[in-house]
């Protein structure tokens, strides 16, 4: 018997107490089917549950580890999918009335590489439209709340991912990040987000939004089960270990603006403070001014965004929800030599922070620059803007994990830690032992 619902156990306790009698996966997979069903009545993270075939999976995946066959540590253990990647007869509808009636015809790779690594699909978890701006009353189904505070927004796109795994609902979660999707939700929910370096894992069979920018990564309860997610992705074994004697760089300049809360510099400061207590040694470094920088990622995403997508608003607009449909026609707005002088940008970017790793290991930045706003401020049903700090690694194609970092008016704030390109292992072995060191990611929201 354990003392908590297995839900709550993180992956490397629940494969140890499936490896060892204590729990089979049939148990550990129904135990959080019965938690969807009690709690995401209020979240509404998920849009199609696969009930049936997550028990046989999981049936199956007992039968194994009872004849000596073990794929891995994620073998038994559930897991759930953004409503735009591709599971094989599921229904991934890309959050549009447009898609409704699609069914997959085959799985992404990304899924087939869970699923071969013993894993429990539980089923599809909500994006906002075609992973582009939300939350949005006028598109396919509800947006899912904030276990913080329902009545604040998720973040997005991978918002239906972010809630489900903050609220208890599955310890991993696939999303997809083109511009922080990944990590705005994560920083906003209160939980663990990884963009991978670009093309680390497969984006075959995942809706392309801006494929420059697209990357596939999991969000996580913790950064542990983040780092098992990724390595079966990869098939890059989690080496864990600790901090002390590295060089970590310090970009506090970029949370020094008017958006930020008045609350986010001290926490940062603190959140450096933590890891120096690790044995880090921490360097403040001047970084290029960020605007001009996200403006240009923001024509890169637009301009792709009208490319991959154009075709399928413009086919049926009335089918497509008021703001995913404004913020993909703007990117015919983006012309071609915008679009030149934007990816121009991009080399001399990637070449300083190549510079700078070669120097650090990391680099220290805020995932956004205030906690998650209210629904309210989208009633008008136009897109407000979010300070973050994220596209652009989605740029240079660096690897960064946001981790919980604390609360602001009981709503979390992220640390974004980004490394060299393939460092995933050494971003994660920081985030580690700043997780290690505070209890921001041991705590539950008040929806759980």
Known sequence: MFATNPCDLSIAEAGAALRDGGLTSVALTRAHLDRIASRDGVIGAFTHVAEAEALATAEAADRELAEGRDRGPLHGIPFAVKDIIDVAGWPIRWGSRAQAGRIAPASAPAVTVLLNAGAVPLGVVATYEMATVGPDGTALGRAPVNPWNAAHITGGSSS???????????????????????RSPSAYCG?????????????????????????????????GDAALAFAALTGEEWQGGGIDGMSLAYGRGWAEDAAAHPALLPMLDEAASALSLCGARITPIDLPDYAPV??????????????ALGATVEADPAAIGDMARASLRSGKQVAAERLAEARACVKPLTEALDALFAQHAALLLPTTLAPAPLFAAFAAGKPV???MRTIPFNMTGHPAL???????????????????????????RIGAAFEAATDHSVLQPPLA
């Open 160 to 182: 239906g991912s972010a809630a489900a795994v903050a609220v208890g609902l599955v310890r991993i979660a696939l999303g997809t990040d083109t511009g922080g999707s990944v």
């Open 385 to 387: 803007w979010t300070a």
């Open 294 to 307: 996200e403006a240009a990622g923001s024509d890169i995403l637009l301009a792709e965004g009208w490319a």
């Open 191 to 223: 939980v663990v987000g990884l963009k991978s370096t670009y093309d680390a894992v497969s984006r075959e069979g995942v809706m392309p939004l801006s494929p420059s920018l697209d990357c596939v990564g999991p969000l996580a309860r913790s950064v």
């Open 402 to 428: 946001s981790v919980p970092m604390g609360f602001v008016d009981g709503l979390p704030l992220g640390l974004q830690i980004v490394g060299p390109k393939g460092g995933e292992n050494t971003i994660l």
